[in-house]
């Protein structure tokens, strides 16, 4: 089956310790996003890659980190300089010719 | 950053009414999307209607562009439980992000 896996579903951290997100896509596709969404809010960009190796910042990059050494892989770090790192965090995917993302299940992260 | 707007903000229908949810925007577009999301699961690709068209259709999906006053609607007909979620609308921005609304939340009643 194609599609994008993350991983944890769920993930609970103390304060203090970065913790990374996994992202996973078999599409083949060319740009990969990470979003950020809290309760009753819609989706605020972290960070996007459009190409390997190659990543740029969205509207909420302070405190968060990310790599795309691999097409199929976007990996996102929440360090412990991000104030409120509690959220669901959502990983997207799409083909550089599509205006369509493709979206992963989702990590809800819990900082205590 | 969240330049579109979803009114209303929940909506509660009985099973078999029609839903009708708007998306307004400030700046011009090329196209519009609208995604659905299960509570907890991430987002669906419903829809996408270009800026030079002015409705469309999918299964039960109406979806309506009006670009002279920056706004779309969705219209789910007939509804079924299972189209409880939120729906969002979004568009790309000149730098290629997509810019997404603060969402509708369905609940259809049985």
């Known amino acids: 089956d194609g599609g994008i896996t993350q991983s944890p579903k769920y993930l609970f951290r103390k304060e203090g310790q970065n913790v990374t997100l996994s992202c996973e896509q078999n599409l083949n596709h060319d740009a990969m996003y990470w979003y950020r969404q809290d309760p009753g809010q819609g989706l605020r960009l972290i960070y996007y890659?459009?190409?390997?190796?190659?990543?740029q910042k969205g509207d909420i990059a302070e405190g968060y980190s990310v790599s795309r050494e691999k097409k199929e892989s976007f990996p996102l770090t929440v360090t412990s300089a991000q104030k409120n790192p509690t959220a669901f965090y959502l990983c997207?995917?799409?083909?550089?010719?599509?205006?369509?993302?493709?979206f992963g299940p989702g990590t809800r992260l819990t900082v205590t | 950053s969240q330049q579109g707007e979803e009114d209303p903000q929940a909506l509660s229908i009985q099973e078999g009414e029609n839903a009708t949810m708007n998306c307004s925007y400030k700046?011009?577009?090329?196209?519009l999307q609208w995604y659905r999301q299960n509570s907890g699961r991430g987002l669906v690709h419903l829809i996408l209607i270009r800026s030079n068209e002015r409705e469309k259709h999918s299964g039960r999906l109406r979806v309506t562009l009006d670009t002279s006053k920056k706004s779309s609607s969705l219209l789910i007909t007939a509804s079924r439980a299972a189209d409880t979620a939120s729906y969002f609308c979004a568009r790309w921005d000149s730098n290629y992000q997509l810019i997404w609304g603060a969402g509708t939340k369905l609940i259809i009643k049985p």
């Open positions: 700046t011009s577009i090329n196209n």
């Open positions: 997207a995917s799409s083909n550089s010719y599509s205006y369509e993302q493709y």
């Open positions: 890659s459009q190409i390997v190796n190659d990543f």
